[in-house]
């Protein structure tokens, strides 16, 4: 019996809320929206899928997230979107106050939740959701996992494999500063470089760079904004959390480096699991750590301008 929120049921939200019916250990979903209409009409178009399948579902549709009791996992979707002309960061002053209303509105009437963060700019989502939730709960952001998903597919269409056949992560920070980490990148167990001499084979690593940093600003200028590479990327931090699957992935979690006075939300490559597991901070080359450092600077700095437009000091 697993009952999850999810808070903004627009774009990305309502896609994660679609991708959730076929997740058959949910029982119960909550969708929340403060626009009129749109939990409860998102609510009608999740009950039809739901009945096309025959699946047992229920669904709640509200307008306010004093609403949501009892959830095992409040998924924070809400907040302005990000148009193709602008920096994820830049909604940062933007959304933290509506994350900060989020988390107060239903930490107590949710006591065994844990909080998974989609808002942007993410990681200081993330941080301040933590802090507004006095660190008492288990919060999460969806750190580079989307990168990553993005890394694997221009690997894949590069190097003509199946994307089945690369493993690849990426860390840092969503958005600007995310940091490719090569080291990890493996095409069918073979590390990077043995494969490329091995199938004599070359790859423009600046194109491949170019394409996990960019192609979200192509697909909100054409589509208006990204919406499926989300869904599918989420649902597989959201099944680790819930299913304790111990899987390595990339989402993002508190990490405290020297140069930033508090812990920020910050993606090194971890298990996922009710308990979180091991990262992959040692395994990770020195060029990679030193830039995954200066991803926590930049997050931390974004980080201090949510506190202050939430009113936090």
């Not at 054409?222 to 649902?235: D, K, N, Q």
């Given at each position: 019996?697993?009952?999850?929120?999810?808070?903004?049921?627009?774009?990305?939200?309502g896609a994660v809320a679609f991708s959730l019916i076929f997740e058959r250990y949910v029982t119960t979903l909550s969708l929340v929206d403060v626009a009129s209409g749109v939990a409860e009409m998102t609510k009608e178009e999740l009950c039809h899928a739901a009945a096309s399948h025959g699946f047992d579902l229920e669904i709640n549709a509200y307008d306010s997230t004093k609403h949501v009791r009892d959830a095992d996992l409040i998924v924070i979707s809400a907040g302005f979107p990000r148009t193709h002309d602008m920096s994820r960061r830049e909604l940062a002053e933007k959304n933290a106050q509506i994350m900060k209303e989020i988390v107060e509105s239903t930490v107590d009437n949710n006591p065994e939740a844990r909080y998974?963060?989609?808002?942007?700019?993410?990681?200081?989502?993330?941080?301040?959701?933590?802090?507004?939730?006095?660190?008492?709960?288990?919060?999460?952001?969806?750190?580079t996992n989307l990168e990553t998903s993005r890394f694997r597919t221009i690997l894949s269409r590069e190097l003509n494999v199946p994307v089945s056949s690369v493993d690849a992560y990426v860390g840092g920070e969503h958005g600007e500063a995310a940091v490719l980490l090569w080291s990890t990148v493996k095409i069918d167990g073979s590390p990077l470089d043995e494969y490329l001499v091995d199938y004599g084979k070359i790859l423009d690593k600046e194109k491949c760079e170019?394409?996990?940093?960019?192609?979200?600003?192509?697909?909100?200028?054409?589509?208006?904004?990204?919406?499926?590479?989300?869904?599918?990327?989420?649902?597989?931090i959201i099944r680790g959390i819930i299913l304790n699957t111990g899987k390595v992935i990339s989402y993002s979690r508190p990490r405290k480096f020297e140069t930033t006075p508090e812990p920020v939300y910050v993606t090194v490559p971890a298990r996922i699991a009710k308990s979180l597991g091991a990262d992959m901070w040692n395994s990770l080359i020195e060029e990679e750590r030193k830039a995954i450092k200066q991803a926590a600077e930049a997050i931390y700095k974004t980080y201090c301008r949510t506190k202050q437009s939430a009113g936090l000091g």
């Open positions: 019996m697993v009952h999850i929120a999810v808070v903004g049921s627009g774009r990305v939200g998974f963060i989609i808002t942007n700019p993410v990681d200081a989502m993330a941080t301040l959701a933590d802090k507004v939730a006095r660190n008492s709960r288990n919060v999460i952001g969806t750190g170019g394409y996990v940093k960019g192609v979200s600003r192509q697909i909100i200028r054409v589509l208006g904004g990204t919406r499926y590479g989300p869904a599918g990327s989420f649902i597989e």
